[in-house]
């Protein structure tokens, strides 16, 4: 202790926990998980304007926009979430 002063590094070193690793560390998103993602995007914005054209009893409204909705919601853009290319064999992790 120095001047009134003391060295609080070391009692903080201490007192850290251990870091954790990121929960996403290993998972990018590449190029194709892009344009995956931007083909649901396409699909969903399509069904909107297929569904806001249609007339009330359109085969379009009725049939064909939401079987459009629920392929980019539920199929397409979770596909580009968890789309990985493969590794060429004989590679290690």
Request: glycine content about 10%; proline content about 10%.
């Amino acid at each position: 202790m120095r001047n009134g002063t003391r060295n609080f590094a070391p009692l903080m070193a201490k007192n850290r926990k251990p870091t954790l690793p990121p929960i996403f560390g290993e998972w990018t998103f590449t190029k194709m998980n892009y344009l995956i993602f931007l083909g649901g995007v396409v699909i969903i914005i399509l069904a909107y304007i297929i569904m806001a054209m249609g007339g009330n009893d359109s085969f379009g409204t009725l049939t064909l926009a939401p079987i459009m909705l629920v392929i980019g919601y539920l199929i397409v853009i979770p596909l580009a979430i968890i789309y990985r290319p493969r590794k060429p064999a004989g590679k290690p992790d």
